[in-house]
């Protein structure tokens, strides 16, 4: 072929491709200034609008806070059986254990509510609250370690790389405020283990998704968001006129070059800028009535950076808007004192929980807002290293776990599933966190098979190739 002809070929293609990403930069641009523009749409309608995960890193004890076992008092100190365990894979923490003998919770159990719910001594405040919430005592992963544990139950993949459920539901639906993130991410350590496992920002990455989706970590203190507030000596109209300037030249490289992350940094530039005024209305409790703040239980000076300030401003964020909002609590990793650190643990959550549930139900906003908590997996029934009298650890545990959703389309006042005598493994009623993801993509309207985004040549969607909507907890089973 004739160099020349080649090259007017090659220039072409690239003209055409160049040409062909920048109108869709363009139409992209136009909907992220403009959301309403092209307005995300559902495959059903929805039971729930937005989302709060609370999330108990590290791996809350279903066996002292949930999932009572009466019987397992009599093997207190006992050999784990055989036909228990059934050669199943522990972690290397405790592989090399001789012996793994059962440990029985210290901790009193009574029944709540209408339906006798059966919960700890350690969470008097969610007990007050069973009959609006659904507690789901089958949960179930492959995963055993806590990163892919939780990049599992985050992401539907234990490998880094997908994109986090907050991304999905910013992909798929949109936000509902102009001027602030739809998908907010908010953390706290918690009273337990002080040096419990990292919190990545790639769990609320947005993967392969353009990174408009990913979410927005706001921090306690005079600056939420980083980078957000205007230096000494720069004034609004100042920082008004830098981001025209640099809009102008982000829209020039947009054109030449094709590249759509281009238009994504205007619209983020964009956002920021609206933000300067949102954020800190939002982040301000100093409106609050003194019942509410007594209610959430945050200390006196109102400043307090904890779980309990978070469960607050996250009602204040779903008043205003925001799809999704993850607070995650460190500290729930007890591999010993356990009896001691749990205690802590659930003085941090349980009474801030609790108080979630009542806020969003006074306000009239927990029929469209779906509550979500626990960990990426459970403990396990033996005891990690010596067990005493009043000290013991526990390991991790995939094979079932605890977890509770209340609002947003979830059969209020339930007990769903059932494991053995051992809350080792599941007799009834299992619930993969495929099938958890399904139900919750559920109740925002969501077919989880038909959410997907081509990547390296396949559909991926957040269930992987898995997962089924769990009708047993759903308050009536939404019309496809």
Request: aromatic letters at 8%; one cysteine or more; hydrophobic letters at 35%.
């Amino acid at each position: 072929m004739d160099p020349h002809v080649e090259h007017q070929l090659l220039q072409t293609r690239r003209q055409f491709f160049g040409r062909t990403a920048s109108g869709l930069g363009a139409t992209a641009l136009a909907s992220l200034l403009n959301p309403g523009l092209l307005s995300a749409s559902t495959h059903f309608a929805p039971k729930a609008k937005h989302v709060i995960y609370l999330f108990m890193s590290g791996g809350p004890s279903h066996i002292d806070l949930f999932d009572y076992k009466p019987k397992l008092q009599a093997h207190h100190g006992e050999e784990l059986p055989g036909s228990i365990r059934m050669g199943q894979r522990v972690t290397g923490m405790t592989s090399g254990q001789k012996s793994f003998p059962c440990v029985a919770p210290m901790f009193k159990f009574a029944q709540h509510g209408q339906a006798g719910t059966w919960v700890s001594e350690l969470l008097p405040h969610t007990a007050t609250v069973v009959d609006d919430i659904a507690v789901i005592k089958t949960l179930n992963t492959e995963a055993i370690n806590h990163d892919p544990a939780t990049t599992y139950i985050q992401t539907g993949h234990q490998q880094p790389g997908r994109p986090s459920l907050g991304a999905w539901l910013d992909y798929g639906l949109g936000g509902e405020n102009d001027n602030l993130p739809t998908f907010i991410v908010l953390i706290s350590q918690g009273s337990g283990n002080k040096t419990d496992q990292p919190i990545f920002s790639r769990l609320w990455g947005s993967g392969f998704l353009p990174t408009q989706h990913q979410g927005v970590r706001f921090r306690s203190g005079d600056d939420p968001v980083l980078y957000l507030s205007n230096p000494p000596g720069v004034d609004s109209q100042t920082r008004r006129r830098m981001l025209d300037g640099v809009g102008r030249l982000n829209r020039m490289a947009a054109d030449s070059f094709g590249d759509p992350e281009i238009n994504t940094r205007i619209a983020q530039y964009e956002m920021a800028y609206r933000m300067q005024a949102s954020v800190p209305d939002l982040t301000d409790l100093s409106g609050e009535p003194k019942s509410t703040i007594d209610l959430y239980g945050i200390d006196d000076k109102g400043v307090d950076g904890g779980f309990a300030r978070n469960c607050l401003l996250a009602r204040r964020m779903v008043e205003r808007g925001v799809r999704f909002v993850q607070l995650m609590h460190r500290g729930w990793d007890q591999h010993n004192n356990l009896p001691s650190q749990i205690r802590g643990q659930c003085k941090d959550v349980d009474q801030p929980a609790a108080a979630l549930i009542k806020d969003l139900k006074t306000r009239g906003l927990l029929d469209e807002t779906l509550v979500i908590w626990g960990g990426e997996f459970g403990r396990t029934v033996y005891s990690q290293g010596a067990l005493t009298k009043d000290n013991y650890g526990r390991d991790h545990h995939g094979r079932c776990f605890t977890m509770w959703m209340a609002g947003g389309g979830i059969k209020p006042g339930i007990s769903y599933g059932e494991t053995d005598d051992f809350c080792y493994n599941i007799v009834k009623d299992p619930v993969h966190i495929h099938d958890f993801n399904a139900t919750i993509l559920h109740c925002l309207g969501i077919d989880h098979t038909k959410l997907t985004f081509k990547f390296q040549g396949r559909d991926f969607r957040l269930t992987d190739v898995h997962g089924n909507v769990v009708k047993g907890l759903l308050a009536c089973l939404i019309d496809a």
